[in-house]
């Protein structure tokens, strides 16, 4: 029996992973990652990279992806929380163009699994947040690209008004501030 639930989302290959979480009067233990688990409940990629981040509260980092070598992610929080956003950009998909969210945190111990052709974006709800996450193909800055936190077609809820932020609150990188639009994206598809 796998040590890992696979919940479905309603958006094909996209799955939030529940560990089994083992604790005491000591705190907690739980394995991450377990590459004959995860075979088992279907999610074979295998994962390349690692990569930690740590973002105080507001921080909004995304829509990202890369235009080739593309990247599957896990996603979880080791301290903190954030509210975690995806955008399905596979081409001939029925959810293209359809977001997900999900609030993970340190105390729910979510693990977002991400298959290849998404982009990813996520908002930040406490200080000191800290996300580890695994990719499946290296960073390549020449294919880094991202579409809009904000864009119109996608519509994404980000519940601002719940997790007592502004948009004026929001910091984000200059470059996550002229990310193309979805339509954008959209029409370089055709090309």
Not at 15 to 30: A, H, K, Q
Request: glycine content about 8%; proline content about 2%.
């Amino acid at each position: 029996m796998s040590k890992f639930k696979k919940i479905k989302t309603g958006i094909e290959g996209l799955y939030v992973i529940e560990p089994t979480v083992f604790g005491d009067n000591r705190g907690f233990f739980l394995e991450s990652y377990n590459k004959n688990d995860f075979n088992e409940i279907g999610i074979t990629d295998e994962f390349v990279q690692d990569n930690h981040s740590k973002s105080k509260k507001g921080v909004l980092r995304g829509l990202h992806f890369q235009t080739n070598n593309l990247q599957g992610k896990l996603i979880r929080v080791i301290k903190g929380k954030i509210y975690d956003i995806v955008v399905d950009l596979r081409k001939g998909s029925k959810t293209f163009g359809k977001w997900f969210g999900l609030e993970i945190t340190s105390e729910n111990k979510f693990i977002l699994y991400i298959p290849k052709g998404f982009a990813h974006g996520f908002l930040t709800l406490e200080n000191e947040t800290e996300i580890l996450y695994k990719t499946t193909d290296f960073y390549h800055p020449e294919y880094d690209s991202g579409i809009m936190w904000n864009d119109k077609d996608i519509n994404i809820e980000w519940n601002l008004e719940k997790y007592n932020l502004k948009e004026e609150d929001l910091i984000l990188s200059e470059k996550d501030t002229k990310h193309q639009s979805f339509k954008e994206y959209v029409n370089k598809l055709g090309e």
